[in-house]
Structures are given as structure tokens and as C-alpha cells.
């Protein structure tokens, strides 16, 4: 946080409002789908920020509600089956939930812009790819036909198409994968958004070009000074490029922190069960940890702490009482009762030595 | 270009960005029904049920089967009462459609119609897909030159105009002049529905197989070792079943129009066998002083036509777990 | 060291592509698979690890028998098992099994577990005699880790890592010696796939099983396999033992491949080698020449289009398909350092 100085009271004071509202602020999004088999919890009180330039993993397994959260601050969840039960989606402190649809439709795309995992099915296949990002431009920015096409062409440059020139008038099905996530990056980057939300952008693709994309995403925010939410299940993906993470279960926050302390030390047991139940490249062992059960039904939640049918420290408490997701030291939150402890006692978390994995092997 | 080498080599197959979420979520709404296992069919049938369009296309359809089982249930007349007395006359309380220019009583008639125009559209439905569904199966499953030589095949056939097509063959059977029996004639009309509308059963069936053919649980029982016949069986059928289902129940509908359609013409069930498509044609010369005589057997064909439609619509949504 | 249990040589599968309507013509090849050597040995996991369209599926369904070879041998147990028909073929059957990589669609939805597990006896009923086959599926339902009082419930009333739980169960139930696994673990989630490869290690142990593991993330493969073979469009371009493969890579696509993983370790950002290759794998129907690899290559030199390198140990001690084999660390070096 920067600090100006302060005349009147003669010291340096962190620097007030302007600067201290977020880019993107959710608060205590609460979601519901009603299908007729019930209703299933989906969002319960999910709340995080990113500021500009910064990149905010939201880690989770399917169901966890992340894709959820995303689709809710865009404004393009399915009504019905969902239902935005309550929360706020402050953009530069604005409540998007509340704004009329005109507004909302201007924030999508100039000020918040997504990227899906599957970028054939939101691509559209019988335009060419110029075409579609040209088009924007065109509607929404109200350039002409040519500066429409030299801004695609611009574009299609910046997300590292070779030949663009050519390239602009290829179709969707034509572009290999790896293209055709440029491709929706550039359509994604045509407005000039202050926020990019990336949903398992790499997830579809080859290890080698997924590492070409994460570059290329990382190398746009820096010159762009953009936000990032990258949503994403891949621990790998995270450690190599995010500031902050909030990892999600059961359609809540269940830990956030600096990328660096989490990895060392996670404070909620999720996070290290993931963490110790992951192969790694540079490690070799015979048996994994881990986690026991299925993640929760979201139309039957467990009382108490969600997780504490799978967690290995679960005492009484955690059966009956929901944990509160409470600040801890090194501004880092957990919704855990024991997060204070775990932190203590300095779990080894991403660093599981070896020992302790050589035991494991002996002991199955 | 296709790469069969990157069948199911590539990405991690998760599901895309939405549907990851909407899968698990189905996963937790079957997790609850854990409790009370249900097959895939016991899961469309509790869907069907709660139908309202399903309730009353049932109803429907299950007066126009008992009408073609036991017409005595519904009227104490034969089929070829008549009294000259009564005809032309508008609806009554003794005859509730009224009378015919030639005194039948059409309410009678009706419901004794709907035996043969029931069994027209039933069993030229069965047919149709039975033939169909092999050829369908065969042209799918061998691929290949016995694909092209069936979908070639079945294009001439589909090529054909239907009514034309109708027209051609019931003539070239019965020449003008020529008094085929009645069951003669029904069966005729039955083959030549068949005859010309198992291509489209055909291509529902085949594409259904090629998918089917691909799928992974039938590369793990070929895998297994599993024979032709089981594979196909066991488990290609039961999967392709339904789309052929749904088909065959909006088919049914439709060969019941047909059926009207080439007696009207003429040339399909004539008298003495009584169908609703007789009746029409009967009433055809008289619209303008008896109309009743008309409209009531055409307002029949409508009613089962539009039931039968709707019985597809309501089996489609409930064998589409997508619908859910 | 064990014995061979399965030798592949040159295996060669390329699919036709045609076009038109009623007659084909044959415009050319995808050469899936083109010229792949190696042993599987008893009671070792092989991994197999490769990009989308580098073939390593297609040699599976190859070696199970689901489509025909256009050139080369197997030979299981010393037979060669293209040859064998009939009866011959019913046991290669029973002792070679795959685990598909889709929990969603490799079990039958009308089939009940009980029905989708029994179904290789059913086939192969001199396995089991019909009494005892309820017995078999409830003891395998256990093995694997599930409920052997679900026999009669459906697919679709189980989770992902359950249902791959169900296909491990099938694929196990006739005793085989192989099990073939194409991407048994990727469509699971990050919580469930550790699970799943646990299970995998247990029973081998327990049974004795040779795994040939296919798998497109290397961190999977690394931590099942003893030795690993790296394929490229259709060719295998290294192979050795795990420790080898991993801790010194000679081929440039192995070192390029290891280098883009992404580690779970923020602290290891910035002090990682970065091998970044451009542009997209080639077609495999019009392959370049010579190195197949030599289009996106940095180490790229005119004999690489002239002269294709064979698959022979030049550095490292194991088998590298590359002129300018050289080993590299590219993971793990300051681990194993600190």
C-alpha cells in the first residue's frame, strides 16, 4: 500500500480512499440453482478482490463454485436455474449487481472481459476470426470497416499469431487450439479491459503450448497493468504465476493468501491436502496422500465445516460449527478453527520432505 | 482433418468452463437419489409422469386404442348401420356425429374406424422402423461399402415424393377396375408406407450406431472380446433405442394423416373397410350441405395426429437427460 | 532385471484419409503411429508420455487389438499376438486389459455395476462358473475400493473417481497380466486423481500387474512409472527409466516437455530453465522429414531435415532419438542439491 504525507497530522498516513477501493471487489455472493431435484447451494458467501496488475488464482475442483462466481460478476449465469440470493460485485466500488442491464453491458467487455476454456464453442464458427474481434470494434468502439480490420490485425499481432496479416481471415476451425485461445484473448483484449477473468484457460491444451499461453497472459497483464482472476484447479498453473490465491470448496472461500505463503504454509486443511495429494515432476514416491471422500453434494452441505468429513484434524466443533473465515497474521484469511495452529506448528505444506514420503512408501 | 491419434490422447477431457459445474451438479442430484436406484428408463418414465402434455396425449391415444379394440364399448351400432331416413342429419342425441349423406351413423362408423386406421399406422410404424433400424444398424456398424451401397439405397427411396411414390405403387397393384379385398388392401398401404419412409428411420439409426460405435464402453467390451451380437445387443441397442423411439411415435401420427391421405386420394383402405380416411372421402362431395360428415373424422385424424406428436415431444424430453 | 513380457517392434499404424461419397479415394495417411520399438517387463510400468496426436492412443488401441496393426509385431509372452485368432486371441484377452481414459463414457448407462463388472465372465465363462460370479464382482467391487453392496446400482449414481474405480474393476476381473492405461487419472480431479493412482500402485503390487501408463502430464507418469518412453508424431524419441528421462533428458522435446510443466512451487518462479517452443505440433499426415521434431527445434541443423536420427544411446546412458543428444537437468536440480 503506498503512503502520502500528511501536513495537517505531520506523518505518513496510508493513502486514503481513491487508491484503496479495489478493482474488483465480490462481498458475500450468494448464489442458488433450483432444479427439480432441490436446491443445490452453489455460492455461500464467496467473497475476494483483485487490484490492478495483480493476478488472483481462484483454485477448485469442479462444483467448488468457481466458474459460478466468475459467470456471476460477467452477468451471464443462467436465470434460471440460478438465483443471485444476495452479495455485491463492486467494480471500482460500483455494484454491478444492482446496475441497470445498459450499464452492465457496457462494463462486460470495457472494463471486465472473459476467456473460456473451450475457445472453438465460444468462438463462432461461420465468421472469421477477424471478423468477430473487428466486429467490436466496430459496434463499440465505432471505428470504420478498414480501422476495424487493422485493430484486429493489431491484435492478433499482440497475442503472437504469426502472420496475422493472413491469419485474420482464417475461420475458428482452422486455428490449431493453441490459436484459437490467442484468438479469444484478443477478442478479449479488444475493449482494453481493466479486468481479465481467465476460466481453465490452458486446461484443453498441450503442456507445451499451455506454458506459450501462460506466458503470453502473464506478459499482457504487465504491459496492461490489467487485474487477473485466473480460475483454475492446476496448483502447478498457480505457483507459476499468481500474486494471491483464494481456494474454493463447497461454494466457499476457504483460504486466501499470498501465493508464496500459502505454498509454504497452507492454513486451512484443504489447501494442504491438495497440496500433499499432488505428483510433482521433481519428486518421486510411491503412494500419494490422498484425500479421503467425495467433495459434498451442494444440495446437502454438511453442517459444521463443509470439509470436515474429509479432514484429518475434524474434531466436535467442526460438525456443529460453521468456522468463520477470520484474518490471520500476513494478511492472509482461513475458514478453519485451527488455522492459527496449522500456521504455528509450520506444517511442511509444499515442501514435504522426503522422508516423510519414503515412510508413507513403506508403510502401504 | 481428422487425427485418430489424438482421440482421446488429448487435454484432459474436463468438461467445458459451464458444464463442469452442471455435471457435478448432476453428480450431487444422483448422489441423492443414491437411496432409491432408478434405471435410465425408470428416470424418463418418472419424468413422462409428470407431464401434463404426456397426461393428455396418453388419455388420448388410449380412447382411440380401446375404440379400435372394443368399438362395442363405445357404440351398440355396427359399423354399417343405416337408415336412408335419418340422412344428412346434423348431430344428435341418438347420433352424436349426425347421419351421413348415405345414413350411416358416423359416430358408429368412427369408432369402428379406428380399428383400421390404427392398425395402418401401427404396423406400418413397426415396419418401418424394424426395417430401418437393421439396415441402419448394418450400414453403421460395418461402415465402409456396405454403408455407402444402404445410404445410397435408402437416398432412392427417400428421393421418391411420398404421396407420388404411394400413388405409384398402390396403382401398379390395384389397376382401376381391379377389386382388391379389404385386408388386401391394408396390407398394401402398410408396405408402401414402409417402403418409403424406412430411410428415414435408417439414417436416425445409423448415425445413432456410429456413436455408439465409438463410444468407449463399446471399445472396452471389444476389447473384453465381446461378440458382434453382444456388442450390438447389449450394448449399442439399448442406447440407439431411443432416438428410433421417438421417431416412431411422431411417425405413427403422421402414417395415420397418410393413411387418410390415400384413401381420400382413392387408392388406400376403400369399402368395405371402414377408416377414417373412407369417411373423409366419403364426406369430400358433400362439405357444403352436410359438413359434419366431413369435419368430425377429419377433427379425429387431427386430434390422434396431434396426440401422437406430442406423445414424441413428451418421450424426447424425458430420454434427454440434457432436458432435466 | 524381469523379463520381457511384451516386445513391440516398428509398430506401424496409419489410418487412410478419404474422401468422397460412394467411392473413396485414398488421399493420403495419418501415420499415428510409425515405427515404435520397446519392451514392457514383467510386473514394471512403462509410461508412455506425449503430446495430443503424438499416437500414444492409438498404441493402445493397437495393442489391445481394437484396430489392426499396418505393420510390425507385438509379441506377448513370446507369441506374436496380431497373429493369433479364435480361441488364441480369447486368451490374449484375458491377460491383456485396458483402463479407458473417460469415467463418463466407458461404462454402459443401462447396465447395473454388477452387470457392467460380471460381463467378462460372461464372456469368458470358463473364467467363473455362473454361481460363483456374484461373488467374483462383489470381491472386485472391494478391491477397488467401492461398496460391494452397490452391485445393482447404475453408473450415474457414482462420482468420476468411482466410476474409473468400476473400469479398473472390469478390466481387472479376467486376472490379466497387461493393463493398459490410456489416461486412467486426467479426467479425474485434482483431490480424486491421487486416489485413483494409489489404487493403480496398490494393485500391482498386490497382483503382479505389468501397466503400460499412457499419460499426456508428466508429473502422473513420473511418480507410477520405472521406465518412460517420450513420444513425438507417432515415433518415440526417448526412452530409459524414470530417473533417467526425468533427471537427465537428452533430447530437446523431453527437455522442452519437462521445462513447461508447471511446478507446484512459487518459490521455484524465475530460478526454472524456460525451453519455450513455438508454434503447434505438424500434421501427422505430411510429417516433415528427417527429425520430426526439427520444426519447432532450436538445436535444428540441415542434417536434422536430411538424416532421420535413430533411436539409439548416444549420452545419458539411455536411448535418445536425436543427432544432438546431449543430457540436460531441466527439473529437480536444485532439489536434489539443497
Known amino acids: 500500500m503506498s503512503t502520502v504525507y500528511d501536513g495537517e497530522r505531520g506523518e505518513f498516513v496510508a493513502e486514503p480512499a481513491a487508491d484503496t477501493v479495489p478493482l474488483l471487489a465480490v462481498k458475500d455472493l450468494r448464489v442458488e440453482f433450483r432444479t427439480n431435484d432441490g436446491v443445490a447451494k452453489v455460492l455461500n458467501g464467496v467473497s475476494y478482490h483483485v487490484d490492478a496488475g495483480e493476478t488472483l488464482a481462484v483454485l477448485g475442483e469442479s462444483g467448488s463454485g468457481k466458474s459460478v462466481t466468475a459467470q456471476t460478476i460477467m452477468g451471464i449465469l443462467d436465470m434460471p436455474p440460478a438465483v443471485v440470493l444476495g452479495g455485491e460485485v463492486l467494480f471500482h466500488g460500483e455494484d454491478l449487481l444492482s446496475a441497470k442491464p445498459a450499464r452492465r453491458m457496457q462494463v462486460r467487455g470495457e472494463g471486465i472481459a472473459m476467456i473460456f476454456q473451450d475457445a472453438l464453442s465460444a468462438l463462432n464458427p461461420v465468421f472469421t476470426v477477424g471478423f468477430q474481434i473487428a466486429e467490436q470494434l466496430r459496434v463499440r468502439r465505432g471505428l470504420s470497416r478498414a480501422e476495424a480490420r487493422k485493430g484486429a490485425i493489431d491484435l492478433l499481432d499482440l497475442v503472437r499469431i504469426p502472420h496475422a496479416k493472413q491469419r485474420v481471415r482464417s475461420y475458428p476451425h482452422e486455428f490449431s487450439g493453441g490459436m484459437r485461445q490467442r484468438a479469444m484473448i484478443a477478442m478479449s483484449l479488444a475493449l482494453d479491459p481493466e479486468l481479465l477473468i481467465a476460466d481453465e484457460p490452458t486446461t484443453a491444451l498441450d503442456v507445451t503450448v499451455q506454458a506459450q499461453i501462460m506466458d503470453l497472459l502473464r506478459d499482457i497483464q504487465r504491459e496492461r497493468d490489467m487485474g487477473l482472476i485466473l480460475i483454475t484447479h492446476d496448483l502447478g498453473v498457480v505457483a507459476e504465476v499468481a500474486d494471491r490465491i483464494a481456494v474454493m470448496y463447497a461454494g466457499r472461500i476457504v483460504e486466501q493468501a499470498d501465493v508464496y505463503a500459502l505454498f509454504r504454509g497452507p492454513a486451512h486443511p484443504y489447501t494442504e491436502a491438495l497440496l500433499q495429494s499432488l505428483p510433482r515432476l521433481d519428486l518421486k514416491g510411491q503412494d500419494l496422500k490422498a484425500i479421503k471422500g467425495l467433495p459434498p453434494s451442494l444440495t446437502r452441505i454438511p453442517p459444521g465445516c463443509p470439509f470436515h468429513p474429509r479432514c484429518p484434524r475434524a474434531v466436535d466443533r467442526c460438525h456443529q460449527e460453521v468456522p468463520d473465515f477470520h484474518p490471520l497474521p500476513g494478511d492472509r484469511h482461513s475458514a478453519c478453527h485451527f488455522a492459527h495452529e496449522m500456521l504455528v506448528s509450520g506444517y511442511p505444506g509444499s515442501n514435504p520432505d522426503k522422508h516423510s514420503r519414503g515412510l508413507s512408501r513403506g508403510d502401504a | ?324 | 532385471m524381469n523379463e520381457p513380457i511384451l516386445q513391440v517392434r516398428d509398430l506401424v499404424k496409419h489410418f487412410p484419409v478419404r474422401v468422397g461419397v460412394l467411392f473413396k479415394r485414398t488421399i493420403g495417411h495419418v501415420k499415428a503411429v510409425d515405427g515404435v520399438s520397446f519392451d514392457l517387463r514383467k510386473g514394471e510400468t512403462l509410461g508412455i508420455v506425449g503430446e495430443s496426436g503424438c499416437g500414444k492412443s492409438t498404441l493402445a488401441q493397437v495393442l489391445i487389438r481394437l484396430e489392426p496393426p499396418t505393420g510390425g509385431t507385438a509379441l506377448f509372452e513370446g507369441r506374436d499376438m496380431f497373429a493369433l485368432r479364435g480361441n488364441d486371441l480369447r486368451r490374449l484377452r484375458r491377460d491383456v486389459q485396458i483402463v479407458l481414459q473417460d469415467p463418463y463414457t466407458s461404462l454402459n448407462p443401462r447396465m447395473t455395476v454388477g452387470d457392467i463388472i460380471g460381463e467378462p465372465f460372461e464372456i469368458h465363462p470358463e473364467v467363473a462358473p455362473k454361481g460363483s460370479r456374484e461373488g467374483k464382482v462383489r470381491d472386485l467391487l472391494d478391491v477397488v475400493g467401492l461398496n460391494p453392496e452397490h452391485i445393482n446400482r447404475y453408473p450415474h449414481q457414482f462420482s468420476g473417481g468411482q466410476r474409473q474405480r468400476i473400469g479398473i474393476a472390469r478390466a481387472l476381473a479376467l486376472r490379466p497380466k497387461v493393463v493398459i492405461c490410456d489416461e486412467p487419472v486426467s479426467a479425474l480431479d485434482v483431490s480424486i486423481q491421487a486416489q485413483v493412482m494409489n489404487l493403480l500402485g496398490e494393485l500391482q503390487r498386490d497382483l503382479g500387474l505389468s501397466y503400460v501408463f499412457i499419460a499426456h502430464d508428466l508429473s502422473v507418469v513420473r511418480h507410477l512409472s520405472d521406465r518412460v518412453a517420450v513420444m513425438y508424431l507417432g515415433k518415440v524419441v526417448e526412452i530409459g527409466t524414470a530417473d533417467e528421462i526425468y533427471g537427465q533428458p537428452s533430447h530437446p522435446y523431453t527437455q522442452a516437455l519437462l521445462s513447461a510443466v508447471p511446478v507446484p512451487d512459487p518459490a521455484l518462479r524465475g530460478r526454472r530453465e524456460v525451453i519455450r517452443l513455438t508454434g503447434d505440433v505438424p500434421s501427422p499426415v505430411d510429417p516433415p522429414s528427417g527429425c520430426r521434431f526439427r520444426t519447432r527445434c532450436w538445436k535444428a541443423q540441415d542434417v536434422c531435415a536430411e538424416e532421420e536420427p535413430e533411436l539409439i544411446t548416444r549420452v545419458a546412458g539411455h536411448p535418445s532419438a536425436c543427432h544432438f543428444a546431449e543430457a540436460h537437468v531441466v527439473v529437480g536440480a536444485e532439489r536434489e542439491n539443497s
Open chain 2, 1 to 324: 482433418m481428422t487425427d485418430p491419434g489424438s482421440v482421446g490422447g488429448g487435454g484432459p477431457a474436463l468438461e467445458s468452463f459451464a458444464s463442469a459445474e452442471v455435471a457435478d451438479l448432476a453428480t450431487t442430484q444422483s448422489d441423492e437419489r443414491q437411496r432409491k436406484p432408478r434405471s435410465l428408463w425408470g428416470d424418463a418414465w418418472h419424468q413422462l409422469r409428470r407431464k401434463p402434455m404426456f397426461a393428455i396425449s396418453a388419455v388420448i391415444i388410449l380412447v382411440v386404442v380401446l375404440m379400435a379394440a372394443f368399438p362395442s364399448l363405445f357404440t351398440a351400432r355396427p359399423a354399417d348401420y343405416n337408415n336412408l331416413d335419418f340422412a344428412s342429419q346434423p348431430p344428435s342425441a341418438s347420433a352424436w356425429f349426425g347421419y351421413s349423406f348415405q345414413g350411416y351413423d358416423i359416430w358408429a362408423r368412427a369408432v369402428h374406424g379406428a380399428r383400421a386406421t390404427l392398425l395402418v399406422g401401427f404396423f406400418a410404424t413397426l415396419l418401418t422402423v424394424l426395417i430401418g433400424s437393421v439396415m441402419g444398424i448394418i450400414a453403421g456398424f460395418y461402415g465402409r461399402l456396405t454403408d455407402a451401397f444402404i445410404s445410397r439405397f435408402g437416398d432412392v427411396f427417400a428421393g421418391l415424393p411420398f404421396v407420388l411414390g404411394a400413388i405409384v405403387i398402390l396403382t401398379t397393384f390395384n389397376p382401376p377396375g381391379s377389386e382388391p379385398s379389404g385386408t388386401a388392401v391394408l396390407i398394401q398401404v402398410i408396405l408402401s408406407i414402409s417402403v418409403l419412409s424406412w430411410p428415414v428411420s435408417m439414417r436416425i439409426m445409423r448415425s445413432a450406431t456410429i456413436v455408439a460405435k465409438q463410444l468407449d464402453y463399446v471399445k472396452a467390451a471389444r476389447a473384453l472380446g465381446a461378440s458382434t451380437r453382444r456388442i450390438i445387443f447389449r450394448h449399442m441397442l439399448p442406447n440407439t433405442v431411443a432416438p428410433v423411439l421417438v421417431y416412431a411415435t411422431i411417425a405413427l401420427g403422421a402414417f395415420i394423416a397418410v393413411e387418410a391421405t390415400l384413401a381420400y386420394l382413392g387408392i388406400g383402405v376403400r369399402p368395405p373397410v371402414v377408416s377414417w380416411g373412407v369417411m373423409i372421402n366419403d364426406g369430400k362431395d358433400y362439405v357444403q350441405t352436410s359438413p359434419h360428415e366431413l369435419l368430425f373424422p377429419a377433427g379425429l385424424v387431427t386430434i390422434t395426429v396431434l396426440a401422437f406428436v406430442m406423445l414424441g415431444d413428451a418421450v424426447r424430453d424425458a430420454l434427454d437427460p440434457k432436458s432435466r
